[in-house]
């Protein structure tokens, strides 16, 4: 299978401190790829490398054929308009509704007429559950429902790809279980890349194709779910137990 990215001996320091170390990385194009990892491993790193909001200190990132490396803003837009990218705290607009976060992106990167955009927000609101929350505020939802939301916008754009970072950080059991659900199922119908960071294993058991983890700054495991299960790497091993 063709790659959709792929890390090139990739380094990055912040304040003198190394926190990607060489690493090496395949996403393939259609795959779900979980990356897991400790807190402050630079899981959240990748993926702010694939949109271009960071740029290696050495190596390559290539995205979609293209080498990214040292692009400018304007050169990133094709690329950044490929990718959807649902961030940790949802990143919605407080003083926009529903409708007006959902149709934003719209407004900005396309021609579409109102009609057609109403048509577009409507579709992917039902894709995540969400009927008839267009004129909410961010403000009125809940913790699970502002995640939908960002989710909803994060595909408005019918992308190539689709970036989680830490999708089901301080939400409870039963949600997180309805949108590692929903994640799977958002996948699957849009038939699009999806690159998920998460510290949830039980959520990344059940949603990858492929879990890769990273480790000082290095991917030091890929594989499917069961075979990272049948893992005898000691590190491995600890970090799924805990």
Sequence with gaps: MAPFAFFDEVYK????KEVLRGLTLLIRKGEVLVILGGSGTGKTVILKHIVGL?????????????????????????????????????????????????????????????????????????????EGTDWMMPTKLSGGMRKRVALARAIIL????????????????????????????????????????????QSAMSVADRIAFLYRGRIKFV????????CEDPIVHEFLRS
């Design 13 to 16: 320091e912040f304040d003198g």
């Design 223 to 230: 594989g499917t779910p069961d075979e990272i299960r049948a």
């Design 54 to 130: 960071l740029e290696p200190d050495k190596g390559r990132v290539f995205v979609d054929g293209v080498d990214v490396t040292g692009m400018d803003e304007n050169q990133l837009i094709p690329i950044r308009q490929k990718v959807g990218f649902l961030f940790q705290g949802g990143a919605l607009f407080d003083s926009m509704s529903v409708y007006e976060n959902m149709a934003f992106p719209l407004q900005e990167h396309t021609s579409l007429s109102s009609g057609e955009i109403e048509v577009k927000v409507k579709e992917k609101l039902k894709m995540v559950g969400l």
């Design 158 to 201: 019918e992308p190539r790809a689709l970036l989680y970072d830490e999708p089901t950080t301080g939400l409870d059991p039963i949600t997180t279980k309805w949108v590692t659900k929903l994640m799977r199922n958002i996948h699957e119908q849009l038939k699009i890349t999806t690159i998920i960071v998460t510290h949830n294993i």
